[in-house]
């Protein structure tokens, strides 16, 4: 199976004014292309300073990532703005959707930067999260399980071999966010994306293939969620 | 690329009261730069205008080196071979019963003719069989005047009707225009002479030369000769200092405005971090954000650097008229009008909004290109980082403040390398506006907290944790208001050692006239030693002479009169100088011995009316009658040297006792009265000169109410980007139960917190700048000594300007609280 993200000995050390700031302890991570990977673990736990390398927008303080075989520290500013233009999609837990922009913009914003400017094509990403007809409204004119569906619209639309979900579900309502998990995770399925769910929440382990926890800085496959602690 | 930048500029119509008071700040800031230039270099075009039309065609001008010319001189003058052409000119001054003064120039309409256009159309009316009786009164009658249009229209006087003078009532033939703007009315020279009792004498003739070289070789003993090119650099010299100052002013203002746009445009990036990080989290590269960021700024940086560029111009007008009042109440008289309008003002300001919004953008748009995607994502810089950058940009304060000391040191070389290490003090002292937050919060904390419990607290810690802000904000408050300070403690300063210069030399019970005014007929003098009481009278008489190729005075006095009653303070020599001085020898001021490094006991060569005459300096003397320097002479060697018979003023002192004292003093006012000449007592005197002292600093007044108009935009500016920027912790405080009214204490405490902290920092900065304004740049502008005098006026004052300015900038914001607050939540939109 080939490798879609794999690291080395991954350390992140935070500068904290003379406390322990490290976040990251010697990760090895290996997954495999079109896997669904639920990334559990408690608060400072590590698990968004690991995506955050893996997206390639921190750097870490040791080791190395790699995204399709493609070394991130050797791909340099450039290569990695256009990693992330092409081969990552992003959802963030507080949606991050730019607020002057119009659901479509938003949308369209992302084909955009990857050059492949196509209205169309955002229309129908965003008839795929079900929000047709809401295209033209701001975010602030839409509930967060909608705007989350932008996001997960936004990162969908481009086709990208990888999307990185940081607490999809976190600010939203129990059902709401199941419906969330199930669209990204179906459309992830559908395409053979890789999805890396980093979550609080148990619920997550329904949907992933693979379960990792994260302690201390460290990481730990699971065979499932029971034991673990919501 | 176009939705990236589409995205930000929707930003600026979102937040639309942001983005308005982010316009303003930059026009304003653009106002204060492009008003105050313009305003100068108007000023100084307008006196090389007024130069012009009275110079007419003439090329040179020769006169005594001091007072009057004799008019037997002139017949052979005139028949010099380099001589084309030439109009001899009486140019005294005349008092109006209305008190205003107007210059009288006494001309020979034929001779003229060939000089100046006015006289010619006389000549050349009186000559023709038609027009001859509009003329020939002008000609006849020995009380008949020409009026300019500025006279007639001030005095509401038409031809035939008469204009009332102290020296009586003088009848108008014609009005005419006069493009100077200067109260001009013209008298033939044989009635000026009769008027001003000087039969037998001119002021000077005006020439057009043809061999000026050949001229010069024969008339250059005892005669002052200056050609057009000179005339205009004396005057230009003589305003030498004024300029500087202007130019200083132009500067400042500039350099208030520079940091209110840099602000401005330094808030608009930070505040708009989070955004630029949505972008470089979805594939935006950082170049693509810098420039969406350099597209918003420069949108910001065209439109308020246009409407700043347009409102400069009218800031201009209104300045250049204060400007026109201080070079007429000081040098010579100038109406300056208000250069015309062009599109350069627009496009000035248009540059100067887009370059300083560039370079206030540039720090944090490098740090957004060098920090990781994933800081800018997280929107606000976390305190610690700030608290380390402010270490930095400390460090850095110190670099500079070590320049400015270097620069201080080298001031003595160029008055220039004075005012770059003013300007690199300020530089300095704005870099330490995070340490003074940082040193301020613990007390400001404990005392908000005294006075409004939790929410003075929060406030004062918000301020502390937005350091990258608030820090900036307090910077551009705090040079406003220290600008405040030193210019105010400057003026005082000066205020008071002027009043201690009068007290000390200007010690007469009355003056007859001033040296600006008119002159004093000798029978009035004569007449006034006659009158029971008197105990002395100073004759005073002052005359602009060249020195060493520089303007200076020579002032003749009486020196036993003044050594009696006068109390002059010396920098070299004592009272006893004064003995040196009744035998022939010469005090001079203190601007005259810097400007020309003498010093007691050096001896001066000065041109007089019988050649080059060698005097020995006898003392040193304060003074602030004039920047260019005195020479201080007595009358009786004065008129040996000169000639010049001529009295400016006479200073009374009166030797009588209690209620005889007001008799005598009466009786001088009635001889005053009789002669039609100004009369003051001491009081009074002194109070004139101070009105002229107060109203030459009207210009610097103005600067400082631009100074806090542009730091008030800049808190506003602050205050506005911080309340934007927080709307999340609004939706905590709700949810943590403070009432709207908590959250307007907040923003309150936090606006009056900005306020105080920039003034605490502003009475040790504006203290300093003062002392460097007073020991430093006045000293090398004006080469006199102002004596510090600590008042706390100018403390009070802008303590109530930083308090008002502060509950002014947080109106807005605080009504912004007030609307959205109720509707607040804990969400991300």
């Known amino acids: ?230 | 690329m176009k939705r990236v930048i589409r995205s930000f500029l929707r930003y600026l119509v979102r937040r639309r009261s942001l983005a308005v008071l982010q316009l303003l700040g930059i026009a304003f800031g653009v106002a204060a730069a492009v008003g105050m230039t313009l305003a100068s270099r108007s000023a100084l075009e307008s006196m090389e205008g007024a130069v012009d039309f009275l110079k007419g065609t003439a090329t040179h001008t020769i006169a005594r080196p001091a007072g009057p010319m004799e008019e037997g001189a002139l017949a052979k003058i005139m028949g010099d071979p380099a001589v084309r052409f030439f109009a001899p000119v009486i140019d005294r001054k005349v008092r109006l019963t209305s008190g205003d003064q107007v210059r009288l120039l006494g001309l020979d309409p034929f001779l003229d003719r060939n000089v100046r256009s006015i006289t010619a159309q006389i000549a050349s009316s009186a000559n023709s069989t038609g027009r001859d009786d509009a003329f020939q009164p002008f000609m006849l009658d020995p009380r008949t005047i020409l009026v300019d249009e500025n006279v007639a229209k001030t005095a509401d006087i038409k031809a035939g009707q008469d204009l009332m003078t102290l020296q009586g009532p003088l009848r108008v033939v014609e009005v005419f225009a006069n493009a100077s703007g200067e109260p001009l009315v013209i008298m033939d020279i044989g009635h000026a002479q009769e008027f001003f009792r000087m039969a037998g004498y001119i002021d000077r003739a005006d020439l057009v030369v043809t061999d000026e070289e050949g001229f010069r070789s024969r008339w250059s003993q005892g005669f002052t000769i200056e050609s057009n090119r000179q005339k205009a650099q004396t005057l230009s010299s003589l305003l030498g200092a004024f300029k500087l100052n202007l130019e200083a002013l132009s500067l400042l203002a500039l350099f208030v405005g520079i940091f209110l746009i840099y602000n401005t445009a330094m808030f608009t990036v930070v505040s708009r971090r989070r955004d630029a990080g949505i972008l470089l989290s979805i594939g935006a590269s950082r170049g693509q954000v810098t420039v969406a960021f350099l597209v918003e700024v420069l949108i910001l940086g065209i439109t308020g650097g246009a409407l700043g560029g347009i409102m400069g111009y009218f800031l201009s007008k209104f300045l250049v008229q204060i400007v026109g009042g201080t070079i007429s109440s000081l040098y010579f008289f100038l109406r300056p009008s208000a250069l015309p309008w062009t599109f350069w003002n627009v496009a000035g300001g248009i540059l100067l909004g887009c370059a300083a919004g560039i370079v206030g953008s540039l720090p944090p748009l490098l740090e957004l290109r060098r920090v990781q995607p994933v800081l800018v994502l997280r929107g606000r810089t976390a305190s610690r980082s700030a608290s380390r950058k402010m270490k930095i940009i400390g460090t850095v304060g110190l670099l500079c403040l070590a320049l400015s000391l270097s620069l201080f040191l080298l001031s003595f070389l160029n008055v220039y390398i004075g005012f770059a290490g003013a300007f690199a003090f300020l530089l300095a002292a704005s870099l330490f506006a995070g340490f003074a937050i940082v040193v301020a919060v613990p007390c400001l904390k404990r005392l908000f907290s005294c006075a409004m419990g939790l929410a003075g607290k929060v406030a004062i810690g918000n301020i502390r944790e937005n350091l990258g802000r608030t820090s900036v904000a307090v910077a551009a408050f705090m040079i406003a208001l220290s600008m405040s300070i030193g210019l105010s403690s400057m003026i005082d300063s000066f205020r008071h050692s002027l009043i201690w210069w009068m007290n000390g030399q200007l010690r007469g019970e009355a003056y007859i006239s001033t040296k600006a005014d008119v002159t004093v007929p000798e029978e009035a003098y004569e007449e006034l030693k006659r009158v029971p009481g008197i105990g002395g009278i100073d004759v005073f008489r002052n005359v602009q002479i060249s020195f060493r190729g520089k303007p200076a005075g020579i002032t003749s006095i009486d020196a036993a009169v003044l050594q009696k009653w006068a109390q002059f303070s010396w920098l070299e020599g004592s009272d006893r100088s004064w003995d040196n001085v009744r035998r022939g020898d010469v005090i001079v001021s203190e601007s005259f011995s810097l400007r020309f490094k003498v010093k007691m006991g050096d001896a001066i060569t000065i041109d007089t009316a019988r050649g080059p005459a060698t005097l020995r300096i006898a003392g040193v003397y304060y003074d602030y009658a004039s920047e260019h320097g005195v020479i201080m002479i007595d009358r009786s060697f004065y008129l040996t040297l000169f000639n010049d018979r001529t009295i400016n003023s006479l200073g009374v002192f009166i030797d009588a006792p209690g209620p005889e004292k007001g008799r005598t003093l009466e009786k001088v006012r009635e001889l005053s009265q009789k002669y039609g000449l100004p009369f003051a007592t001491r009081e009074q005197f002194h109070k004139r000169i101070l009105g002229i002292f107060d109203s030459t600093f009207a210009v610097t007044r103005s600067m400082r109410i631009i100074a806090v108009i542009v730091a008030f935009f800049g808190i506003a500016g602050a205050l506005m980007t911080l309340f934007v920027e927080r709307q999340k912790e609004f939706g905590i405080y709700r949810a943590l139960g403070f009432t709207t009214g908590d959250v307007a204490k907040i923003t309150v405490a936090e606006s009056i917190g900005l306020g105080l902290i920039s003034f605490l920092m502003s009475t040790v900065v504006g203290t300093i700048f003062a002392y460097i304004l007073i020991r430093v740049i006045n000293r090398q502008s004006f080469n006199w000594t102002i004596f510090y005098h600590l008042t706390a006026q100018p403390y009070l004052v802008t303590f109530l300007t930083a308090v008002a300015a502060s509950i002014a900038a947080c109106a807005y914001p605080l009504w912004s609280v007030i609307r959205k607050y109720p509707v607040m939540q804990i969400r991300e939109e």
């Open chain 1, 1 to 230: 199976m080939t490798s879609s993200i794999r690291t080395y000995d991954l350390w992140k050390e935070y500068d904290t004014g003379g406390h322990d700031g490290i976040a990251l302890r010697g990760i090895e991570l290996d997954i495999a292309r079109g896997q669904i990977i639920a990334l559990l673990g408690k608060s400072g736990s590590g698990k968004t300073t690991l995506l955050n390398l893996l997206a390639g927008l921190d750097e870490p303080t040791r080791g190395r990532v790699e995204i399709d075989g493609m070394d991130l520290q050797g791909l340099g500013e450039r290569g990695r703005t256009e990693l992330r233009r092409n081969k990552l999609g992003f959802v963030f837990q507080f949606f991050n959707l730019l607020p002057t922009l119009t659901a479509l913009e938003n949308v369209l914003l992302a084909l955009e930067l990857a050059g492949k400017p196509d209205e169309a094509r955002a229309l129908a990403s965003i008839a795929l999260v079900g929000l047709a007809g809401k295209e033209g409204r701001y975010p602030h004119e839409l509930s967060g399980g909608e705007q989350q569906r932008i996001a997960i619209a936004r990162a969908l639309v481009k086709d990208p071999p990888i999307i990185l979900a940081d607490e999809p579900t976190g600010n939203l309502d129990s059902h709401t966010g199941t419906q969330v998990l199930e669209l990204l995770t179906g459309r992830c399925r559908e395409s053979g994306t890789t999805l890396v769910m980093v979550s609080h929440s148990l619920k997550t382990c329904e949907y992933a293939d693979r379960i990792l926890r994260m302690s201390d800085g460290r990481i730990f496959e699971e065979e499932s969620c029971e034991g673990l602690a919501p």
